[in-house]
Protein backbone atom coordinates (compact mmCIF):
# COMPACT_ATOMS: atom_id res chain seq x y z
CA UNK A 1 0.00 0.00 0.00
CA UNK A 2 1.13 3.50 -0.84
CA UNK A 3 -0.19 6.52 1.12
CA UNK A 4 -0.29 10.20 -0.48
CA UNK A 5 -0.03 13.62 0.82
CA UNK A 6 -1.02 16.27 -0.90
CA UNK A 7 -1.17 19.97 0.15
CA UNK A 8 -0.93 23.40 -1.04
CA UNK A 9 -4.49 24.41 -3.20
CA UNK A 10 -6.41 27.25 -2.62
CA UNK A 11 -7.28 30.63 -3.74
CA UNK A 12 -5.51 32.90 -6.15
CA UNK A 13 -6.08 35.55 -7.96
CA UNK A 14 -5.03 35.67 -11.84
CA UNK A 15 -1.95 35.90 -12.52
CA UNK A 16 -0.89 34.39 -8.97
CA UNK A 17 1.47 31.49 -8.04
CA UNK A 18 0.80 28.20 -6.01
CA UNK A 19 3.02 25.35 -5.24
CA UNK A 20 1.47 21.46 -4.52
CA UNK A 21 3.05 18.92 -3.07
CA UNK A 22 2.57 15.60 -2.20
CA UNK A 23 4.47 13.07 0.06
CA UNK A 24 4.55 9.19 -0.76
CA UNK A 25 4.33 6.91 2.18
CA UNK A 26 4.24 3.38 2.49
CA UNK A 27 5.62 -0.20 1.43
CA UNK A 28 7.60 0.19 -2.00
CA UNK A 29 10.78 0.08 -3.21
CA UNK A 30 11.11 2.99 -5.62
CA UNK A 31 8.57 5.11 -7.65
CA UNK A 32 9.28 5.29 -11.65
CA UNK A 33 6.74 7.78 -12.25
CA UNK A 34 5.26 10.88 -10.27
CA UNK A 35 2.91 13.45 -11.97
CA UNK A 36 -0.24 15.45 -11.28
CA UNK A 37 -3.71 15.36 -12.64
CA UNK A 38 -6.38 17.53 -13.04
CA UNK A 39 -9.99 17.24 -13.42
CA UNK A 40 -12.00 20.42 -14.23
CA UNK A 41 -16.24 20.75 -13.74
CA UNK A 42 -17.39 18.69 -16.59
CA UNK A 43 -14.25 17.05 -18.01
CA UNK A 44 -11.97 14.57 -18.27
CA UNK A 45 -9.09 14.14 -16.04
CA UNK A 46 -6.33 15.08 -18.01
CA UNK A 47 -2.10 15.14 -17.31
CA UNK A 48 -0.72 18.34 -16.30
CA UNK A 49 2.84 17.26 -15.79
CA UNK A 50 5.38 13.93 -14.92
CA UNK A 51 8.66 13.39 -14.07
CA UNK A 52 10.63 9.97 -14.03
CA UNK A 53 12.82 8.86 -11.16
CA UNK A 54 16.23 10.27 -13.57
CA UNK A 55 14.05 13.50 -13.83
CA UNK A 56 12.74 13.41 -16.97
CA UNK A 57 9.39 15.26 -17.53
CA UNK A 58 6.41 15.97 -19.53
CA UNK A 59 3.93 19.04 -19.52
CA UNK A 60 1.13 19.21 -21.40
CA UNK A 61 1.08 21.86 -23.82
CA UNK A 62 -1.60 24.13 -21.75
CA UNK A 63 0.75 24.75 -18.75
CA UNK A 64 4.26 24.45 -20.49
CA UNK A 65 6.03 27.56 -19.49
CA UNK A 66 4.42 28.35 -16.61
CA UNK A 67 4.33 25.28 -14.60
CA UNK A 68 6.97 22.98 -13.27
CA UNK A 69 6.71 19.59 -11.84
CA UNK A 70 10.20 18.85 -9.43
CA UNK A 71 10.71 15.18 -7.58
CA UNK A 72 12.70 14.48 -4.88
CA UNK A 73 13.47 10.57 -4.79
CA UNK A 74 14.90 10.60 -1.26
CA UNK A 75 12.08 11.77 0.74
CA UNK A 76 9.59 10.80 -2.16
CA UNK A 77 7.95 13.88 -2.98
CA UNK A 78 6.40 15.76 -5.93
CA UNK A 79 5.81 19.27 -6.57
CA UNK A 80 4.44 21.91 -9.14
CA UNK A 81 4.89 25.08 -8.94
CA UNK A 82 2.39 26.87 -10.76
CA UNK A 83 2.86 30.35 -11.77
CA UNK A 84 0.62 32.58 -13.57
CA UNK A 85 -1.91 31.24 -12.84
CA UNK A 86 -5.55 31.60 -15.19
CA UNK A 87 -8.97 30.70 -14.64
CA UNK A 88 -8.77 27.66 -16.81
CA UNK A 89 -6.60 26.10 -14.42
CA UNK A 90 -9.73 25.84 -11.96
CA UNK A 91 -9.74 21.94 -11.07
CA UNK A 92 -8.87 19.05 -8.73
CA UNK A 93 -5.61 18.48 -8.64
CA UNK A 94 -4.78 14.71 -8.18
CA UNK A 95 -1.14 13.63 -7.20
CA UNK A 96 -0.66 10.03 -9.10
CA UNK A 97 2.80 8.00 -8.46
CA UNK A 98 3.56 4.44 -9.57
CA UNK A 99 5.97 2.32 -11.18
CA UNK A 100 5.76 -0.92 -13.26
CA UNK A 101 2.39 -3.25 -11.89
CA UNK A 102 0.71 -0.46 -9.62
CA UNK A 103 -0.66 3.07 -9.60
CA UNK A 104 -1.37 5.16 -6.55
CA UNK A 105 -3.65 8.59 -6.50
CA UNK A 106 -3.74 10.99 -4.25
CA UNK A 107 -7.36 12.33 -2.64
CA UNK A 108 -7.03 15.56 -4.99
CA UNK A 109 -6.65 19.57 -4.05
CA UNK A 110 -8.53 22.15 -5.24
CA UNK A 111 -7.35 25.09 -7.63
CA UNK A 112 -9.35 28.42 -7.66
CA UNK A 113 -8.20 31.32 -10.00
CA UNK A 114 -10.41 34.59 -9.79
CA UNK A 115 -10.58 36.95 -12.39
Known amino acids: QVQLAESGGGLVQAGGSLRLSCAAS????????MGWYRQAPGKQRELVAS???????NYADSVKGRFTISRDNAKNTVSLQMNSLKPEDIAVYYC?????????WGQGTQVTVSS
Open 96 to 104: NVGSPGWTY
Open 51 to 57: ITSNGRS
Open 26 to 33: GSFFSINL
